[in-house]
Structures are given as structure tokens and as C-alpha cells.
């Protein structure tokens, strides 16, 4: 793709990188035939390729109005496009610039402006969300019945394993997680005691900064990176096997830390360090011989991939393998590439497509008649459930209850 970059751009670091990715693309729109906007939409300007034109002309003319903004915000991040391009380009990179830019030419709605600003100040911070949470299940009776089945029933995290092993690792606490449904993470602490292995939670670790960054407010986003990486460095220089995430949403923010903060001088290194040692929790336990666990299989479990497992982790088949090979009957899943519609803050900000890829989802989970739908991300978890009858938990809760 031929690119003149405005003078504002040239010879910018943000500029280059643009342009390196701009200029990979081919305009095949092979990456149309998996977007969901796209395919609901068919527009153009809804789908990657049409996505790339726009940022592209934002870089050449440095202007931007409030409609391609619209377009760009409609995009779920989901990166489904990544996995089908032929020329391998960055799209989720490209966004996120593209993103960053239109927010420093365009005005939003006051609404829209407080909305955004609630988001970022109120989800990354656990303490808070707790107490919210908590609230909107006091107030769930009062609700209509669509905002009711949005409010996570409330959970016990249970007796937490005392016990240290050789083995350490340490574990994003997370933030929304962490408030929503507690037992995940002490589910996977349970079960991986289990595997001889200790999982440790520093406090002062929090969201991995997705929330902010993903909203076009870098600045924010890199604030709680960099509060994480402080938190976790001293245990990474004594030697941590790895750093464990039980939300692949996180698991793909913690993994690009590394990208970020290459040019900055105080934290590259250690950034790219923390990045190195993310992995997703299905992964650890894939890699360990689970035939102490003792599991009940009787379930037939509806696997949900979210996509930022399989498309921004690259782990497209870890968690299904991890489930077969533990003896469960698995669903037949039609349409395993697309999104939920969940995408972070996506289902508060579009919450019209979000509920019609919803729709699509839940039907294809649940055409084989399943006994559970697993995932392996909070926002996923909590946006299935909201959308149909059948029991949606974190496919690490299955092996811990299963394996008293």
C-alpha cells in the first residue's frame, strides 16, 4: 500500500511503525471473510481492510471527523483478521495508533466523554469493583430483567492452599475478574497446588492496563503497566517460572508490554522480560500430567475460545486439547472463529452489535445440546451467561470442583 504520511508523522516513531504495517497490506479482503462487523454489517468501512484505508488517511491529512471515529470504534479488536491475513499484518497494532491519533482530532459527546472516563477510573480498580459488584447484586431484583441476567451471582473463593512448592509462579490477580467471580483464581491456585506448583499474588499488581489503552487513553494504560511490572520484578529476578493469566483478555495486553515500552529506557528491558514469561493458564496445565486430578467427566462441555486466546495468544487449540485430554466430551462448535461480541469494554460502548453477536455465538455453543459452555475469559463468561440458560463457568472452576 503506497503511503505519504502527513510532515506531523514523518520521520516519528509512531509514524514509521504505521507505515511499516500500512504498507504490508495487500488489499486482498481475505480478513473481511472473518470479521464480525463485517459480516453483520457489510460495509466497508466496517471490515479491516476498510479500517486500514481510513487510518491511513488520517496519517496523510492529519484531520478526522466524528464518522470515522464511528468506524473505527464499531471494530471489536477481536483480531480474527490477523489470523486470516496472508501478509501478516498488524492490525491490532494499526488500530491502536489509529485510535490514539482520532482522539486527539475529534470531540466527543459530553455523554460518551463521562462515560469513557467512569470506565477507566471505575474497572481497573479491584477494590471499587468489589463494592459495586456487590451493590448491583443488593439492587438485581429492582432491575429489568436484560440488566439482571448481567449481574454474575455471587461466589465463595473457598480454602486457599497454604502449602509452597519448589515450583513458583506468580498469578495476575486482575481486576474485574477478581471482583466478578473470585473463584477462578483461587480455582486455578487449587488445582495447580495440585500439580505441585505455588501460585503467588502480589497485592500491588492490578489491571493490566488494557481498559485505558484500548480506550485511546495510552497514558493510562501504561501508568498501571508500569505500576505491574515494578510489582513483579523483584520475583521475576529471583527466578519465577512464570507469570500465569487466568483472563486471556489480560494475557494479550501482558504479552504486547514488551512492544510498548521498547523505546523507553527505564522499562524495556524489564518490559520485554514480563512479556516473556505470560502465559495462559491453559497452557501451564496443558503441560502437566493431570492424572492425579481425578476428574468427573461426565459433562459435555460447549468450548468457547475467546479471541484473545486464539488470535492475539496464538493458542487456537491449547484449551480444547487441554479438555480432551482430560477425558471430556466435547460439543460440536460451529463458527469457533468469531467473536462473543464481549471485546472489554466493547458490550457497554456498542451494546447493539454486542448483542447480536451474542446471539450468533450462544446458538452456535449450544447447538449439541451441552451440559456447561467454557471459557477462559472473564468478560466472555459474564457476557455468555447474560444470553442463555445453560451454566457458563471458567473451564478451571470444571477441574477444580471435579477433582475433590
Known amino acids: ?64 471527523t466524528a464518522r470515522t471515529e464511528l468506524h473505527l470504534d464499531r471494530c471489536l479488536t477481536c483480531r480474527a483478521c490477523e489470523a486470516t491475513c496472508p501478509s501478516g499484518v498488524e492490525y491490532g497494532r494499526l488500530l491502536d495508533i489509529g485510535r490514539g491519533v482520532i482522539a486527539t482530532k475529534t470531540k466527543r459527546k459530553l455523554r460518551e ?70 473463584n477462578t483464581n483461587a480455582a486455578a491456585r487449587r488445582v495447580l497446588d495440585r500439580l505441585g506448583i505455588t501460585l503467588l499474588e502480589i497485592r500491588e499488581v492490578g489491571c493490566c492496563g488494557a481498559v485505558g489503552y484500548h480506550l485511546a ?71 502437566e500430567n493431570l492424572h492425579g486430578l481425578a476428574l468427573d467427566t461426565s459433562k459435555k462441555l460447549a468450548v468457547h475460545c475467546p479471541c484473545s486466546l486464539q488470535h492475539a495468544m496464538g493458542e487456537v487449540e491449547s484449551l480444547e486439547k487441554l479438555l480432551k485430554r482430560a477425558g471430556f466430551d466435547l ?29 450468533r455465538k450462544v446458538q452456535a455453543l449450544t447447538q449439541d445440546t451441552p451440559d456447561l459452555i467454557v471459557t477462559a475469559n472473564i468478560g466472555c ?4 451467561a447474560s444470553g442463555t440458560e445453560v451454566p457458563v463457568l471458567h473451564w478451571i472452576e470444571l477441574l477444580d470442583q471435579t477433582s475433590h
Open 1 to 64: 500500500m503506497k503511503t505519504d504520511l502527513h510532515p506531523r508523522y514523518q520521520n516519528t516513531t509512531l509514524g514509521a511503525e504505521a507505515e511499516t504495517i500500512l504498507r504490508s497490506c495487500v488489499h486482498c479482503g481475505f480478513c473481511n471473510a472473518t470479521c464480525p462487523t463485517y459480516q453483520e454489517l457489510s460495509d466497508e468501512r466496517d471490515g479491516p481492510r476498510g479500517r486500514i484505508y481510513l487510518i491511513k488517511q488520517i496519517l496523510e491529512t492529519d484531520q478526522a
Open 113 to 182: 466523554r463521562c462515560f469513557r472516563w467512569c470506565l477507566k477510573q471505575v474497572l481497573p480498580r479491584r477494590t471499587l469493583m468489589v463494592w459495586l459488584v456487590r451493590l448491583a447484586r443488593w439492587l438485581q431484583p429492582l432491575m429489568p430483567a436484560a440488566l439482571q441476567r448481567k449481574i454474575p451471582a455471587g461466589q465463595k473463593p473457598g480454602v486457599l492452599p497454604v502449602k509452597q512448592h519448589s515450583r513458583r509462579m506468580l498469578l495476575l490477580q486482575g481486576c474485574v475478574q477478581a471482583a466478578a467471580t473470585p
Open 217 to 287: 487513553d495510552h497514558g493510562d494504560g501504561k501508568y498501571w503497566m508500569r505500576r505491574n511490572i515494578d510489582a513483579w520484578w523483584p520475583l521475576v529476578e529471583q527466578g519465577v517460572e512464570a507469570i500465569v493469566v487466568a483472563a486471556s483478555g489480560c494475557g494479550a495486553m501482558l504479552q504486547d508490554y514488551g512492544r510498548i515500552f521498547r523505546d523507553d529506557p527505564n522499562y524495556a528491558e524489564k518490559a520485554a522480560g514480563i512479556s516473556h514469561l505470560i502465559k495462559d493458564l491453559s497452557c501451564v496445565i496443558g503441560a
Open 331 to 359: 460439543a460440536r462448535v460451529a463458527e469457533k472463529h468469531l467473536c462473543c461480541g464481549s471485546a472489554g469494554t466493547y458490550s457497554l460502548l456498542q451494546p447493539t452489535m454486542s448483542q447480536t453477536l451474542l446471539d
Open 381 to 384: 463468561q459474564l457476557h455468555l
